[in-house]
């Protein structure tokens, strides 16, 4: 079956530090990997997305590449804001049996410091 | 502006009861969905619906009901069979075949004592 793995927090960094949060996944096929952002108390809200090999996806300074041959979507920020507080979220989405399967990782805790 | 509601954002209720979260979405999206969040767990998945009057078991249906009478609707029932309902239950929506996003309501904090 499907899997997500996601490096277990929380990731404690100073501001303007340089964020990674690693996430490899298992499936069959082609899946599409996003990755989704909660804050405290919150639902979760779509961060970034990449529908096929070698797609960057990017928003608010954050990216992440789908790398189809090490089957990772690694999130990546240059430099982090105490506002970036959050859970992270990697998932990836199939669609099978006529409906969007989705399976998410544990989730990333990440806490940004002044 | 579109989007999907849950109400209420807590609910508190003693053991034994049976209790309704509301999900509603304005988004014209076919497939609505229900995921259980506990701590160190990530999500999981209750209940789906592709389209009215049709839902299917996910991962941890056990204890829990649903219905989808009306596209914009999918309350979640939690009877008092679930064993351990306190959690954090957050309610999806997707546009289905043309569209990969699922996209999410608030979340309903349940507390059951």
């Known amino acids: 079956g499907n899997s997500v793995t996601q490096m277990e927090g929380p990731v404690t960094l100073s501001e303007e530090a340089f964020l990674t949060i690693n996430c490899t996944y298992t499936a069959t096929g082609y899946p599409s990997l996003f990755w989704y952002v909660q804050y405290p108390g919150e639902g979760l809200q779509l961060l970034l997305k990449a529908t096929k090999a070698d797609d960057k996806g990017s928003n608010k300074g954050f990216e992440a590449t789908y790398r189809k041959e090490t089957t990772s979507f690694h999130l990546e920020k240059g430099s982090v804001q105490v506002s970036d507080s959050a859970v992270y979220f990697c998932?990836?989405?199939?669609?099978?049996?006529?409906?969007?399967?989705?399976?998410f990782g544990i989730g990333t805790k990440l806490q940004v410091i002044p | 502006d579109g989007g999907i509601t849950q109400s209420p954002k807590y609910l508190f209720r003693k053991e034994g009861q049976n209790v309704t979260l509301s999900c509603e979405q304005n988004?014209?999206?076919?497939?609505m969905y229900w995921y259980r969040q506990d701590p160190g767990q990530g999500l999981r998945l209750i209940y789906y619906?592709?389209?009215?009057?049709?839902?299917q078991k996910g991962d941890i249906a056990e204890g829990y009901s649903v219905s989808r009478e009306k596209k914009e609707s999918f309350p979640l029932t939690v009877t008092s069979a679930q064993k351990n309902p306190t959690a954090f239950y957050l309610c999806?929506?997707?546009?289905?075949?043309?569209?990969?996003?699922?996209?999410f309501g608030p979340g309903t904090r349940l507390t059951v004592t």
């Open positions: 999806a929506s997707g546009g289905g075949t043309h569209s990969y996003e699922q996209y």
């Open positions: 998932a990836l989405i199939r669609y099978s049996g006529g409906y969007q399967k989705v399976t």
């Open positions: 619906s592709q389209i009215v009057n049709d839902f």
């Open positions: 988004l014209n999206h076919d497939a």
